[in-house]
């Protein structure tokens, strides 16, 4: 056993701990490998140690990367900004989307998700910490923003997705996932039926929104190493 130094097996072992330090199973926490900028050869690497979930930020380097892997049956995740003519290929590709905060992103999504696909899993971005230059809509938005989403038929709504302000402040760390999950519990059962899903936490804070009631972590450094150039440019 070489599990020391192999990363993958040093994260899941402080997922493990960190669930089950709050009570939680591990398999609570679904682990997606945020893999932007990383070559479909790192990502193969992660696959093969069982890593199954991968998000992208920019769909002209997913989509390679997504063709090259496409015989291990990867289940891909938007997790950046979506510009409205990209659209059409995220509702072809991807699986997930953490990030929307737009009805017209979301109509656009509906309408191009193909009917021989299950629904588009869609996750409400919120702007926790109510950063001016930051994605995601206000927290007082959310019932609204929930009800004009769930009639859409091609969009299977989750969830709630954040990224807080970073903070070297374990307390103030905290105190964000905490008003993120508040939100999502007060959120049932106006977010229908499938709302089952709280996306936060990355590499420098992941077992604090473990502990806060995290049920996917994005985790791109403390899989992959250090980040290098984008894989496409
Ligand atoms: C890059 C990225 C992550 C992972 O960041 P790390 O700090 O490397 O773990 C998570 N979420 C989003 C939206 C990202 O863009």
Redesign the pocket.
């Known amino acids: 056993m070489r599990s020391i130094s192999n990363p993958i097996a040093e994260l899941r072992n402080r997922v493990s701990l960190a669930a089950q330090s709050a009570g939680r199973t591990p398999d609570a926490v679904r682990l997606i490998g ?1 893999s ?1 900028t990383q070559s479909p050869q790192a990502i193969a690497r992660v696959a093969d140690d069982g890593v199954a979930d991968f ?1 992208e ?1 920019y769909v002209n380097e997913a989509l390679p990367k997504i063709a090259a892997l496409n015989d291990r049956k990867l289940v891909w995740h938007f ?2 900004a979506i510009q409205s003519n990209k659209t059409a290929e995220i509702a072809r590709h991807f699986q997930w989307v953490h990030t929307m905060d737009r009805l017209k992103i979301a109509q656009r999504l509906s309408r191009q998700r193909s009917a021989s696909m299950e629904p588009l899993d869609v996750l409400i971005q919120i702007n926790i910490d109510a950063e001016p230059t930051k994605a995601g809509i206000a927290p007082e938005a959310l019932a609204e923003f929930a009800t004009q989403l769930l009639p859409l038929p091609r969009l299977r709504l989750r969830g709630l997705m954040a ?1 807080p302000k970073p903070t070297s402040e374990a307390r103030r760390q905290a105190d964000a996932f905490i008003r993120l999950r508040a939100l999502f519990d007060a959120a049932h059962p106006a977010g229908g039926p499938h709302w089952d899903t709280l996306s936060m936490g ?3 804070d992941f077992e604090i929104a473990i502990r806060e009631g995290a049920t996917m972590i ?5 899989l992959f190493g250090p980040r290098g150039a984008r894989a496409d440019v």
């Open positions: 945020a932007k998000g930020n997790i950046g990224i990355m590499s420098s994005r985790i791109g450094t403390a």
